[in-house]
């Protein structure tokens, strides 16, 4: 009876113990307890605890004679100790003092170099893994018996579980401290993407980059150096926190030879250097040294890459050195990379606007080039036979009102033109004509060219996309071959003429358009309709107004004028100087029967033009010319007109405005203004005294 009240006060014992060791949060307040557990129950026992495992050194554990813990980590002293023996044997060591010193010389030394009465060394197992070594000593005589062994295992493994559970635990918490560190830079990163990804100014992007990375970093020094156009220069943007939240700015630029960044440019990689005020780098550093007076700063300077192309660096300095090492560099690092996108977009941004500022003052040039010339409405149209006059009567006719037009004749003939010349005659000439051939584009296509389609339409509309009739609001819309327009998609057409509305291709929702019909064909519409090739509704609906184009055939008094029309500019795109056209070839020309009407005529005369040897033109062999008898001469195809003295006083003047305005005609720096007059005045004048705005810049 008195074995059994003992048994279970002993198991009592160590589940009250192993409660305790279970509350540690370290081992060395595991062995405190440990320790004070022996002296509450009357035990004359010094414990100690070695730890092991196999991704750690082993370590030991002992308290002092102050009550502190003292820990030992030499792992070759440890493991040639007697947790070599346990490891293998998994059962306990027991020895007295004298076997101890003598196995263990070393260790006598070192740790216990105190006299004790009897050793034991007790495996630490849970779940038959080895977690370390429970070494107890008597303080006294005495040694331990089997029974106080047993007891010891239990104790053993009461400590194997608060290990286990220990670990468990620490474990556990780095995770969530990673976790929580992870959700800190996540939560950093989301907050600088959002701060710069809408900044479109590199001095706004850098202010913005410079205050988050104080904010989170405590970095009071930021920098981000960009290349400049010159690759020898440097732009330095300096952003320094003397007093928080409140930099003072700084744009420099700097010679790329004498900069740190440099360096980083051409390296592409993380750079840390303690730069001293008399290195020959620290010139550009002039502000950070005067701010911070110091004989040296430790800088940081990271790449800004973007697409494996470096694009500027990250400047830091003034900041603890842990915000340089190890997972803070690393964050730092990803946040260049932020500030990579944000730097290219918004020097993206500002090439947009460069080139959209080069566009406008290209079109205001292009539009007074256009409108010098405005008063030859068809100064593409050569010809003055009857059959061509009668159709330029009817461009102007039709011209100037909104009603559909139809072009018809033969291949060649120039519908293209005559359409050009019907806009820019008409009030809707302020934009550009649009223009689809219908026999060019795959019936498939055709559909979604002409009316757009929305998002997810078919297979490959990945976006959103205008049709040519919304790009010819409020404008002309020239379609050519409209005879080869598929059946199917023609009430589409005859709906846009007929409401001016439509729906885009997947879409349901109504699209008003203003648009004005250029349409031509070379096919019999007529005959299509009678053979149910065309709807009749469309033909009546295009029909309004048809113009017939006659063939060159027709127009065989224009043959000359045509041929020295396409001389002279072929001439001059060749860089031929070709100065006449002998009488017989012009008669020739107009003897052909030209079934290539006057697309024929352009490529015959530009290939007679590129074999030309001399200043004579001479067509092709296969045509059949024989030799050049009298010559026409050749002259400019616009001449200067003759002036008096009235008109040359006023020549001279515009010339003298041009020069003095450098060429620039419109706006209130314009040679119009400073001569009292309107635009379209002085550009009429121009041309009637034959004044070139280039001719008189030179």
């Given amino acids: ?63 002092a004679d102050d009550g502190s813990i003292r820990s030992f980590d030499e792992a070759s002293l440890l493991q040639n100790g007697p947790l070599r023996i346990v490891q293998a044997s998994r059962t306990v060591l027991h020895l007295s003092c004298e076997d101890y010193r003598q196995r263990y ?90 701060a710069v990804i809408t900044e479109r100014s590199v001095e706004s992007l850098v202010d913005k980059i410079a205050r988050e990375i104080h904010c989170y970093f405590g970095i009071n020094a930021i920098s981000v150096c960009l290349p400049e156009t010159d690759p020898n220069n440097l732009t330095l943007y300096n952003a320094f926190f003397v007093q928080p939240g409140k930099p003072q700015e700084a744009q420099i630029h700097i010679s790329a030879s004498r900069s740190i960044c440099q360096q980083v440019l051409d390296s592409g990689e993380i750079l840390l250097r303690q730069l001293s005020k008399d290195d020959p780098l620290a010139c550009n550093e002039t502000q950070l040294f005067n701010l911070w007076p110091a004989d040296s700063h430790l800088l940081c300077l990271i790449p800004i890459k973007f697409a494996g192309q470096v694009l500027g660096v990250l400047k830091l300095a003034q900041a603890d050195e842990a915000c340089f090492q190890g997972s803070r560099l690393q964050l730092l690092a990803q946040v260049a990379e932020r500030t990579a996108i944000a730097v290219d977009n918004a020097r993206a941004y500002q090439e947009i606007n460069r080139l959209k500022d080069n566009l406008v003052q290209e079109n205001n040039y292009l539009s007074e080039q256009v409108e010098s010339l405005s008063h030859q409405q068809f100064d593409e ?18 011209a100037k ?66 049709g040519r009739f919304e790009l010819a609001h409020q404008s002309s819309l020239f379609l050519d071959e409209v005879g080869d327009m598929p059946l199917e998609l023609q009430p589409k057409l005859l709906r846009v003429l007929q409401e001016q509305e439509f729906e885009r291709v ?32 469309l033909f009546y609906r295009l029909n309004v ?79 059949g010319l024989f030799e050049a008898e009298e010559e026409l001469q050749l002259s400019p195809y616009e001449p200067q007109p003759q002036r008096n003295a009235e008109e040359d006083d006023e020549y001279q003047r515009i010339i003298a405005v041009l020069q003095e305005t450098n060429g620039i005609v419109a706006g209130p720096r314009g040679a119009a203004h400073k001569l009292g007059l309107k635009r379209t005045t002085l550009l009429s004048r121009m041309k009637r005294l034959g004044i070139d705005k280039e001719t008189a810049l030179v």
């Fill in 1 to 63: 009876m008195a074995q059994r009240f003992q048994y279970l006060s002993e198991q009592k014992s160590c589940l009250r113990l192993t409660h305790q060791l279970l509350d540690q949060a370290s081992v060395d307040t595991m062995l405190q307890s440990l320790n004070q557990h022996f002296v509450e129950i009357g035990l004359p026992y010094d414990c100690s605890v070695l730890v092991d495992g196999p991704m750690a050194v082993p370590r030991l554990y002992l308290e």
């Fill in 105 to 194: 010389p070393r260790l006598s030394v070192s740790i216990r170099p105190q006299p004790f009465g009897d050793y034991l060394a007790l495996p630490i197992l849970n779940h038959h893994r080895l977690m370390g070594l429970l070494e107890i000593t008597r303080h006294d005589t005495g040694q331990f018996t089997d029974d106080d062994i047993a007891h010891l295992e239990l104790v053993a493994e009461s400590i194997g579980i608060a290990l286990e559970h220990l670990q468990s635990r620490l474990a556990l918490n780095f995770e969530q401290g990673q976790l929580c560190e992870e959700r800190d830079d996540f939560h950093v990163l989301v907050n600088v993407t959002n």
């Fill in 381 to 398: 149209i050569i010809g003055r036979s009857k059959a061509i006059t009668e159709v330029l009567k009817q461009v102007e006719l039709v």
């Fill in 401 to 466: 009102t909104d009603c559909s037009v139809l072009l018809l004749g033969d291949t060649g003939t120039g519908k293209e033109v005559f359409a050009r010349a019907i806009h820019r005659l008409s009030p809707r000439n302020g934009k550009r004509m649009i223009k689809m051939n219908c026999a060019a584009m795959p019936a498939g296509l055709l559909e979604s060219d002409l009316f757009g389609h929305e998002k997810g339409a078919f297979t490959g509309a990945s976006k959103e996309r205008m």
């Fill in 506 to 537: 997947g879409g349901n929702r109504l699209i008003n358009v203003d648009v004005r019909l250029i349409a031509a064909t070379n096919r019999d519409l007529k005959q299509m309709v009678t053979d149910k090739e065309f709807r009749s509704d």
């Fill in 545 to 623: 107004f048809p113009i017939r184009l006659p063939p060159l055939s027709e127009r065989r008094d224009d043959i000359p004028h045509l041929a020295k029309y396409f001389v002279f500019r072929a001439s001059k795109h060749m860089g031929r100087n070709i100065d006449s056209i002998p009488s017989r070839v012009l008669r020739q020309l107009q003897e052909m029967d030209w079934p290539g009407n006057i697309r024929e005529l352009q490529n015959v005369i530009e290939r007679a033009v590129l074999l030309t040897a001399g200043h004579v033109l001479q067509l092709p062999p296969e045509l």
